[in-house]
């Protein structure tokens, strides 16, 4: 069975979709067999992979509303073992549209159960809110991943979000697990980013990546050339550190690949 690990935040710019697009790649380059869920309407996975989501017809939207075939939806991207459930702008009615729908909060459960053997790792990139979409991919996952920007008002609205996972592991998830707080857009040059890693580390001590994501500028070119940025800059600062994070993730699980 596949681990499905959410990406998630309700603060925009904190490098989510940075995280889920390159998170699955790197996992995919490990030779992980990797499926990366857009979750969120703005669609930049999607972009960030060579899809144009304007030319999308079929989307987790159309899993969640209409029921359509995953299986039919996915696409294969350019990255070996690397696959894609893409997003439009059509993601944003789905919260109104799935309001009286029986269940509304284990609908995307319920699609990536009929994939999860098929993976090793399901990666879902959600949207910066804690709206109906985001309960959605918390209540499928097995784990969360918490991206923190090194950064003044790093921790603001993390305590909403931690208190958002316990009502989830309560009501609708009793296994989701909190799989790490990763911080990202670290400059080793700034006393600040070198002050929020030491905050973050002494309120969150085991809970903490040890890999650090730095501000770098290809990670940020990267999506405007389709490409994670293993493929577009491989030796280069940020795919060693989201290479270095894939790896931290599979010993974390015991699917450390063996030499």
Do not use: W
């Not at 857009?38 to 992979?49: I, K, V």
């Not at 609708?172 to 697990?177: A, I, P, V």
């Amino acid at each position: 069975m596949g681990k499905v690990i959410a990406i998630a935040n309700q603060k925009g710019g904190v490098g989510k979709t940075t995280t889920a697009m390159n998170l699955a790649a790197s996992l995919a380059v490990l030779e992980y067999k990797s499926l990366v869920i857009d979750a969120d309407p703005q669609a930049n996975t999607t972009s960030g992979l060579g899809f144009d989501p304007s030319g999308i017809t079929d989307s987790i939207y159309e899993c969640m509303v209409d029921e359509s075939d995953i299986k039919d939806i996915i696409k294969q991207t350019e990255i070996d073992n690397l696959y894609l459930v893409p997003s439009h702008i059509n993601l944003v009615g789905a919260e109104v549209e799935m309001v009286n729908l029986e269940n509304r909060e284990e609908k995307m459960r319920e699609v990536i159960a009929e994939i999860k053997e098929d993976f090793d790792f399901i990666i879902i990139d959600c949207s910066p809110s804690l709206g109906l979409i985001t309960i959605n991919a918390l209540t499928a996952a097995d784990s969360v991943i918490i991206p923190v920007q090194c950064e003044y008002f790093a921790l603001e609205g993390l305590g909403k979000l931690l208190n958002t996972i316990k009502i989830i592991q309560t009501r609708l998830n009793q296994n989701l697990e909190i799989e790490g707080i990763l911080l990202t857009m670290y400059d080793v040059r700034l006393r600040l980013s070198n002050q929020v890693v030491e905050e973050v580390r002494m309120h969150f001590k085991n809970m903490t990546f040890e890999t650090i994501i730095p501000r770098n500028i290809k990670l940020s070119e990267s999506p405007s050339f389709g490409l994670p940025v293993v493929a577009f800059d491989a030796t280069g600062k940020g795919a060693v550190a989201y290479l270095n994070l894939a790896n931290e993730i599979a010993t974390k699980n015991g699917m450390a690949k063996v030499n």
